[in-house]
């Protein structure tokens, strides 16, 4: 089987390199890949958003299936041309990848399904959404959020309703977030643990995969900015599995039926952000594609033949699929991050101490905005790789991760201290 994989970030570093230990798979490539994609397998200069010079090369090469990585040409319906044109593709249509690409859809889609989650509006006009924050009485602290991608930032947590105006005003009448924040949702504020759910659906079956937990904030102790992920580690201790029953019942079971009941079938890989209250899980948002950092600690744990999986789920055949099997062991990946990250950063740094971090057992180094320039790898983005290991332990799993880390160095690398911590103190 020869595999295309779309996308140039840690999630897809993951993927090729999980892909590549199918038996069945004979040759990967990723478009347009990274540093680390090019040396585990063959990157190909095409942008995700290219989709004719995509389907082309995957013609001309008789790929067997497409894997999706990202969910910006997944809402700009990359699954639907890849189809059109005969190909089989791993992801979501365009109108099922709305769940994503617009969080005012998912939200209706949410009070039609009684799914759990934060009580909501969706506003166009500011004026009235400042009056809905005011009628509020008992509520102090809301989240504002742009209905469009806007690349994880689009999200405006607010401890008071001068906050809460503050956002709206930037969102709808200085239009910082552009087009995607034309229209907003102001939803109340869940108080809990963050973890991440992720499952293969076919547009029937629903697989879930052990959960992991995401680190949002820039910072250790969770402070500074929001970020698109600064690690992660699964197992999580609080995801029993009692908990991932009830969210498979009453958040994945619902969310799958709604969306076959709309006409929009989900196929791809549901990504659940919830929130654990008192009043049991509820969805922060929706994704349409696995998260980044967490596929890199949840794939270094499954054992199972990752290409076969998502072969069967572009076959609608997720139910012929054997029970996923997993390594007992936990993961940590710790990400390290440019100078500046999340804001500003300067590119080009080369990276040093990458072959005695790959000498650390159980550790894998991937790659997510590294790029090769000659026979050096420099940075290429604000989150530029995730060190991934595995030990008996989370604390095993977080020492050996960190271990890595300390081999590599660039000018202005820097990462989170306290990736898994979080378990430990529980
Ligand atoms: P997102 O970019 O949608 O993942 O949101 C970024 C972060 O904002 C999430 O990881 C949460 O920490 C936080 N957040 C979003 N919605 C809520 C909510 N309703 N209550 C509390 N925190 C939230
Ligand atoms: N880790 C967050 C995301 O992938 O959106």
Redesign the pocket.
């Known amino acids: 089987m020869k595999i295309l994989v779309i996308g140039n970030g840690g999630r897809e570093h993951t993927l090729v390199w999980k892909l590549k230990q199918s038996p069945s798979v004979t040759q990967v490539f990723c478009a347009p890949g990274n540093a680390g994609t090019g040396l585990d397998v063959t990157n190909v200069a095409i942008k995700a958003t290219d989709f004719p010079q995509l389907i082309k090369f995957a013609q001309t090469e008789k790929i067997d299936l497409t894997v999706v990585g990202s969910e910006v040409p997944l809402v700009a319906g990359i699954v639907d041309e890849f189809k059109k044109a005969g190909l089989r593709v791993f992801g979501p249509s365009k109108l099922a990848a709305e769940l994503e690409g617009s969080k005012r859809f998912a939200k209706e889609m949410m009070a039609k399904a009684k799914i759990p989650t934060?009580d909501f509006r969706t506003f166009k006009n500011a004026a009235e959404a400042m009056s809905y924050i005011d009628e509020r009485e008992n509520v102090e602290r809301f989240?504002i959020?742009a209905d469009g991608l806007a690349a994880?930032k689009?999200?405006v947590?607010c401890f008071s309703k001068i906050e809460a105006r503050e956002a709206i005003k930037r969102m709808l009448i200085h239009k910082d977030f552009g087009a995607a924040g034309m229209q907003i949702v102001v939803?109340?504020?869940?108080?809990g643990e963050?973890a991440s759910l992720l499952a293969f659906v076919d547009g029937t079956t629903i697989v879930p995969l052990e959960a992991a937990q995401?680190h949002?904030a820039a910072f250790d102790g969770d402070t500074g900015p929001?970020t698109g992920g600064m690690g992660a580690y699964s197992p999580i201790p609080i995801m029993t599995s009692e908990v991932v029953d009830v969210i498979v019942e009453k958040i994945l079971v619902p969310t799958v039926h709604e969306m076959n009941k709309a006409g929009r079938p989900f196929s791809g890989c549901l990504y659940a952000?919830l929130?654990l209250t008192n009043q049991g899980p509820k969805v922060?948002?929706f994704n349409v594609r696995l998260g980044d950092p967490e596929t890199q600690a949840v794939l270094m744990r499954l054992k199972s033949d990752l290409a076969q999986i998502m072969y069967a789920v572009a076959d609608g055949k997720l139910d012929e699929i054997e029970p996923l099997e997993w390594d007992e062991r936990s993961s940590v990946c710790v990400v390290m991050a440019s100078a500046g990250y999340p804001g500003d950063y300067e590119k080009g740094k080369p990276l040093r101490g990458l072959e005695e971090a790959a000498l650390v057992p159980d550790t894998k180094v991937f790659h997510a905005g590294t790029t090769q320039v000659g026979d050096q790898i420099v940075n290429d983005g604000g989150r530029v790789l995730g060190v991934t290991a595995l030990g008996d332990s989370l604390a095993e799993a977080k020492l050996k991760a960190y271990q890595a880390v300390k081999y590599i160095r660039w000018d202005g690398a820097w990462c989170r201290k306290d990736i898994s911590d979080k378990a430990v103190k529980r």
Not at 187 to 191: P, Q, S
């Open positions: 934060a989240v959020k994880g689009g999200v947590v939803e109340d504020f869940l108080v963050e995401d949002k929001n952000g929130m922060i948002e």
